[in-house]
C-alpha cells in the first residue's frame, strides 16, 4: 500500500499520489497518460482524474501498478473495479486483443496481452503472451472469456508468475530453448530461429538479441499485432519505433539483424513487455522499422 509519508513531491496536489516506492516501469502512464507521467525517475500524478470515468481509470493504474506505489483515500479504492482487466485494445479477425494490467514487480512491470479466439479449448483458443501478475480477479474474468489454450513467454524476463496461471488453466507454455531455464516445466520449447505457427492466426518468430531467446509473436496475414516481448517498443516523444542497445542484454548486433526480419510484417499494432503500444496507419510500419534500423546502425 502507497504510503502518504513518503508521498513525491512532484504529485500534483489531491488525493491520488505516487509515492517513494515507484520503480518507474511505465505502466500506470502508459494506462493512464492523463493523470500519470514520467519525471524521469519516477511516475507522478500529473493532473487529478474528475469525475466517475476518469476515477475509474486512476484506480486500475493503482490496480495494475506492480509495487503498490499508487495511493488513494481507502473510500475510493474501495470502488477499484474488480473487472477493469483484461481491457480490450482492438479487435482483430484473429482474435480480440486485451491488455491484462495486474503487473509483476518480477518483471519490472512488464505488460502482458491476452488475444481471445473463437473456439474455446486447444491450441485454438486464447493465448496468454507474457505473464502478468498472479490475480484471482483477472484469472476469474480469463475464464468468463474461455479460460487459456497457451501461454507464450516472449523472454526471460517476463514470465512472472507462468507457473501458476499455467496450472490454474492447464496451459501449456511456450518459451524458445535459449531462454528456458527461466521457466523450468515449460511444455514446448522452440528451437532454432523458424517461425513456428501456434494455429492459423498465431505466429512465433525467434528474435535473438535482447536475450538469447528473445521471440515476438504476430496476430494475423494482414494488418497484424505484434507483440513484440523487449525486442521492440513505441516511444512517443519521438514518434518512432525503437530498438534499444542499451537495453540490449545479449547481442545487439544479433538484435540488429532481428529487426530486419520483421521488416516485410503488416503490422496494425505494436504491442511491446516495455514501452508505448501504438496502433500504425496501413504501409506505416516498414518505413516506420527502416528509420528504426538507421539509428540503430547509427546512421
Ligand atoms: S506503475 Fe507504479 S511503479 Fe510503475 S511507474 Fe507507475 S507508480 Fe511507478
Not at 68 to 84: K, N, Q, Y
Not at 218 to 244: K, T, Y
Amino acid at each position: 500500500m502507497a504510503r502518504s509519508d513518503q508521498r513525491l513531491s512532484a504529485n500534483v496536489a489531491g488525493p491520488f499520489f505516487v509515492d517513494a516506492s515507484c520503480i518507474d516501469c511505465g505502466t500506470c502512464w502508459q494506462w493512464d497518460p492523463e493523470h500519470f507521467a514520467p519525471t524521469g525517475t519516477t511516475s507522478r500524478v500529473q493532473r487529478q482524474p474528475q469525475g466517475e470515468e476518469e476515477i475509474r481509470c486512476a484506480l486500475l493504474a493503482l490496480q495494475a501498478c506492480p509495487v503498490a506505489a499508487i495511493g488513494a483515500p481507502p473510500e475510493l479504492v474501495r470502488h477499484t473495479p474488480a473487472d477493469g482487466f483484461p481491457a480490450l485494445i482492438t479487435r482483430h479477425d484473429g482474435g480480440d486483443v486485451y491488455y491484462c494490467g495486474w503487473a509483476s514487480r518480477r518483471s519490472f512491470g512488464a505488460s502482458s496481452w491476452l488475444v481471445v479466439r473463437p473456439g474455446g479449448h486447444g491450441i485454438s483458443g486464447n493465448v496468454l503472451i507474457d505473464s502478468p501478475r498472479w490475480s484471482l480477479p483477472l484469472a476469474r474474468r480469463i475464464a468468463e472469456l474461455g479460460g487459456l489454450a497457451a501461454i507464450v513467454l516472449s523472454h526471460r524476463d517476463d514470465v512472472a508468475d507462468h507457473a501458476r496461471w499455467a496450472e490454474h488453466f492447464g496451459a501449456p507454455r511456450w518459451i524458445h530453448a535459449a531462454d528456458a531455464d527461466a521457466a523450468p516445466g515449460a511444455e514446448h520449447l522452440v528451437e532454432g530461429r523458424e517461425p513456428v505457427a501456434l494455429n492459423p492466426d498465431l505466429t512465433l518468430i525467434p528474435t535473438p538479441g535482447h536475450t538469447a531467446g528473445s521471440m515476438v509473436a504476430v496476430l494475423g496475414q494482414r494488418a497484424q499485432v505484434l507483440f513484440s516481448g523487449d525486442h521492440l517498443w513505441w516511444q512517443p516523444v519521438q514518434g518512432e519505433v525503437v530498438a534499444s542497445r542499451r537495453y540490449c542484454w545479449w547481442n545487439w548486433e544479433e538484435q540488429v539483424r532481428s529487426v530486419e526480419r520483421l521488416l516485410d510484417l503488416d503490422v496494425a499494432w505494436l504491442l511491446p513487455g516495455h514501452g508505448d503500444r501504438h496502433a500504425f496507419a496501413h504501409g506505416e510500419w516498414r518505413a516506420a522499422l527502416t528509420r528504426t534500423l538507421s539509428l540503430a546502425k547509427g546512421g
